[in-house]
């Protein structure tokens, strides 16, 4: 496994490769972010994992200040990786003037709330792809929105990249896999858990037929009791609010939970 830092020394490992599947992470490590490596290295692809913490998609300073930060740790987790891109803030920001930004998906929903959140994701990704020229690309459902995002960027800019949408790993207690659950007290997992369980019981409602989007925000609200910045549901294409569900309906949440702020989502539809 080969660990580089520089666009040019990344750059040169690339080249050894016709395919390349690629993962891009912010680190902290956890099987969610395994299963992505897993599932480019069972096509039989060469793996490269970026893991950088982007400053741009961060609104909060002090968010980005405490995301947790342990390369060492990172990298004895990485089973038959090739090329790990772990740069510098500055090898990939420098003095920046460009901004890619994907109209419309991003204001929406998390974006309501994280202004300026998607630009970053999507400036960053660009310029990753660009680099690295991936054939194949790995993002999790874990973040909704990001990988309905990437894909739309993808096809505006017609990056030859082809994305791939994995599933979301969860705890045994279905709370979601999450760099920022690091920073959960055993007490706060427990309690964060009740996210996963409201999506499932209105998940269950909307199995046994319940199609009225505002009774399953209820069902929703009585399962999970920590504070919800918002609960919605929305056509997974269009990413719209549907108000009676159709049949790619998806729900999705973010919850502060111990001053964190975690988010889950879940298909209404089987
Ligand atoms: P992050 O390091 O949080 O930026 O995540 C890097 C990639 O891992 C993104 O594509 C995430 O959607 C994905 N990911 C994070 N958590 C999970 C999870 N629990 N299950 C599946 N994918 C995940």
Known sequence: MKIT??????????SRFSNLGFVP?????????????????????PVCVSIFVNPLQFNEKSDFD???RDLERDISKLKGVDV?????????????????????????????????HFDGVATIVSTLFNIIEPTDAWFGEKDFQQVVLIEQMVK????????????????ESGLALSSRNERLTERGK???????????????AALNGERQVE?????FNERCFLKTEY????????????????????????????????????????
């Not at 830092?5 to 690339?14: A, D, G, L, Y």
């Not at 009774?215 to 069902?219: A, D, E, F």
């Open 215 to 219: 009774r399953l925000k209820n069902v």
């Open 25 to 45: 992470t912010m680190g902290a490590l956890h099987s969610g972010h395994l299963s992505l490596i897993d599932l480019a290295k069972s096509r039989g692809l």
């Open 231 to 270: 609960i919605e549901v929305v056509d997974e294409l269009s990413l719209e609010p549907v108000t009676v569900l159709n049949e790619r309906s998806r729900a999705l949440a973010a919850v502060w939970c111990e001053e964190v702020r975690l988010i889950d989502n879940v298909a209404l539809y089987a």
């Open 84 to 116: 790990v891109f772990a740069p510098e803030p500055s090898e990939l920001l420098g003095h920046r003037l460009t901004t890619v930004s994907v109209a419309d998906i991003s204001t929406k929903l998390e974006g309501k709330f994280r202004p300026g």
């Open 156 to 171: 505006d800019l017609k990056f030859k990249t082809t994305i791939h949408r994995a599933p979301i790993i969860r705890e």
């Open 66 to 68: 405490k995301y947790p």
């Open 5 to 14: 830092t520089t666009v040019e020394q990344v750059r040169r490992e690339r």
């Open 190 to 204: 427990q309690d964060a858990a009740s996210i996963s369980q409201g999506l499932f019981a209105m998940r269950d």
